[in-house]
DNA sequence: TTGACTGGTAAGAGATCTCTTACGTATTAT
DNA sequence: ATAATACGTAAGAGATCTCTTACCAGTCAA
């Protein structure tokens, strides 16, 4: 089990795109794959991918394989990201942009 | 000039390694290349992957090019997974896990 | 049991990634 | 001017990625 590094795991847009799908409650593959124009192995080996990085897990429900998703390893993607905050706040003090975009 | 995704830069190791140094503040090539256990051209490759992300800026300063950090576009990834916090907080709250670690 | 459905894995093709060495250009030092 | 320094790019090797088709096992329905 070389447990795919999170950041490698979300590098594709086919992958961030089933993350996105399972926000709407866990999927079997089928159904998951019918969202891609891509065969049903090719997105099996997508989930492949995201199980190995801790990013989505496998329920079997009859026939059907589940899978939900477990967002937890995004806190490190988070995080990491999260310590460049204030670069991109110190910017928009200098450069005088993005100073209305409280949001 | 392909725009190369943000995602797709901070997927490599050595890339968010670099962007980590850069940190400390606008560095010249060579010196990047000192922090790593490859060529200087590699370091340079890199370097060009993270400009066409809008991560780094080049300054021209003499006969180096010194690289600057421009974390802007990481707000999109933060934003991304940002997304998914109330998932992990779910989880939390569903498995018990993590109660404490309110920070 | 037989047949349909669900989904994983194997093998291979082709594209892409990530290094290396070789070389060219611009700038600075002597 | 000549040499040294800083750096980019080109070309190519080898690894890895991302698909495909072919095939397998497990489950359910008739």
Redesign the interface.
């Known amino acids: 089990m070389p447990d795919i590094?999170v950041?490698?795991a979300?590098?594709s847009?086919v992958r961030?795109a089933i993350?996105d799908l399972l926000?709407d409650g866990a999927r079997p593959v089928h159904d998951v794959a019918a969202s891609f124009a891509m065969t049903r192995p090719a997105v099996s080996q997508h989930l492949r991918v995201l199980r190995q990085a801790g990013l989505v897990a496998e329920e079997r429900v009859g026939r059907e394989r589940h899978y939900r998703?477990?967002?937890?390893p995004?806190?490190t993607?988070?995080n990491?990201?999260?310590?460049?905050?204030r670069?991109?706040q110190h910017?928009a003090r200098l450069l005088g942009e993005l100073l209305e975009e409280g949001e």
């Not at 990491?80 to 905050?85: D, Q």
Request: charged share 25%; aromatic share 20%.
């Open positions: 590094d950041f490698d979300i590098a847009p961030r993350l926000q998703l477990d967002a937890r995004l806190r993607v988070m990491w990201a999260g310590h460049y905050e670069f991109w910017h």
